[in-house]
């Protein structure tokens, strides 16, 4: 069934950063309707995700999952025919153990058949969580478990395997049916979590590819604290801190799971968030891992990540992520050229959306602290 399913990685919505318990069939059809509107799914927002807590406490007689019928009540096909009648693809949450993180039943020793019940909705996509795991089980061997029984079953889903980095997720993770693997803590809505959610991952690109994302977690983009839960809910960030965050996962190759109340962006949250030059180099079908570019010159805390896309150009993204703005430099030389290949770079900016200028041995930019530059740069030959 799952020939090329999840090549790039995955875009879309997810329900926990801003309502957490707070989910109902209205919110889910309401969400999928603005995303209609706001034509979401061409720019590539395709997953509509249930997160956490669409259950009752208890399975029923039978060991089946049961919707919460004051939340939903008509029923999980219901809502996901819906999803599906407005272009989008439907997305639910459970866990690798014997309960969710917000302790609902889990699918430990009842994966096959919740894997069945899960299609039968018309699931597409799975978020598999990591709480309640039975101390005698390693991580490993569950998603492997749930892997091959969703990869049994007769729907196409992509598995989000919402691993949390534990357990050496990067040595084996390739190995499984997962086609994201949460890779860290749970974000909050917070500058300092989105730097640290970086910082973590920026070395450990190389294992992140095709039909297999690093998953950076859900965006806060555009929430503004306006978290489900008080963890989530930190202060908010400033505009140009989402900027940076957004573009942080799109060079990255992080999935892009919007995690804001879609029915009230403000425009600059949009500007963000439907970033076409942005989204294009997270969705490049080779998924090549950006690699850091260091230079002397530049501060402690100033990052500069390339790209190599598969058309041949070159992805840059400078960021500061610092307190005080910095000028930060990218030896052209790092990238395979320089003033000895003939080769110059013309560059475009990926967030003003404009050309900017040819560069032939250095690139040189002032950021603004929390801010950064990103460039599409493609080769002139001489
Ligand atoms: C964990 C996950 C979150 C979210 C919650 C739901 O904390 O990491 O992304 O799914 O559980 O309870």
């Known amino acids: 069934m799952r020939a090329n399913l999840c090549m790039v990685p995955p875009m879309g919505w997810n329900s926990w950063n801003t309502f957490a318990e707070n989910i109902n069939e209205e919110l889910i059809c309401q969400t999928a309707d603005i995303m209609q509107a706001e034509g979401m799914a061409q720019a590539g927002y395709r997953y509509i995700v249930i997160d956490d807590c669409w259950a009752l406490r208890e399975r029923d007689e039978q060991g089946r999952l049961v919707p919460d019928p004051v939340k939903f009540p008509h029923g999980m096909k219901a809502v996901s025919d819906y999803v599906h009648s407005k272009g989008f693809l439907f997305g639910m949450y459970s866990c690798c153990g014997t309960r969710t993180c917000a302790g609902y039943p889990g699918s430990f020793e009842h994966e096959f058949e919740d894997a069945r019940q899960f299609a039968e909705w018309g699931v597409d996509y799975l978020k598999y969580d990591n709480c309640f795991r039975p101390q005698h089980m390693d991580c490993a061997t569950l998603y492997r478990r749930m892997g091959l029984a969703l990869a049994n079953s007769d729907r196409d889903m992509v598995f989000s395997a919402c691993q949390w980095g534990v357990q050496e997720v990067h040595d084996w993770i390739r190995s499984t049916p997962a086609h994201l693997f949460r890779s860290t803590v749970d974000i909050n809505d917070c500058w300092n979590s989105i730097r640290d959610i970086a910082l973590s991952q920026m070395d450990r690109q190389s294992i992140s590819g095709p039909f297999c994302h690093n998953d950076m977690d859900m965006l806060v983009v555009g929430m503004h604290g306006a978290g489900g839960t008080d963890y989530i809910a930190a202060g908010g960030c400033t505009d140009e801190e989402y900027q940076t965050h957004f573009a942080l996962w799109c060079m990255m190759n992080s999935p892009l799971m919007l995690g804001c109340d879609v029915r009230g962006m403000t425009e600059a949250t949009r500007r963000v968030i439907m970033n076409r030059d942005l ?104």
């Open 279 to 382: 989204i294009a180099i997270n969705q490049d079908v080779e998924c090549r891992a950006p690699f850091r570019v260091s230079c002397e010159s530049n501060p402690p805390e100033g990052y500069v990540l390339a790209k190599f896309l598969s058309n041949g150009d070159i992805a840059i993204g400078m960021f500061n992520l610092g307190d005080v703005a910095a000028n930060l430099s990218v030896d052209l030389w790092d990238l395979g050229l320089g003033a000895k290949t003939g080769c110059r770079l013309a560059l475009y900016d990926c967030i003003a959306h404009q050309d900017a200028g040819t560069e032939g041995e250095m690139l040189l930019c002032k950021i603004p602290a929390h801010g950064c530059k990103v460039f599409r740069g493609r080769l002139e030959m001489k």
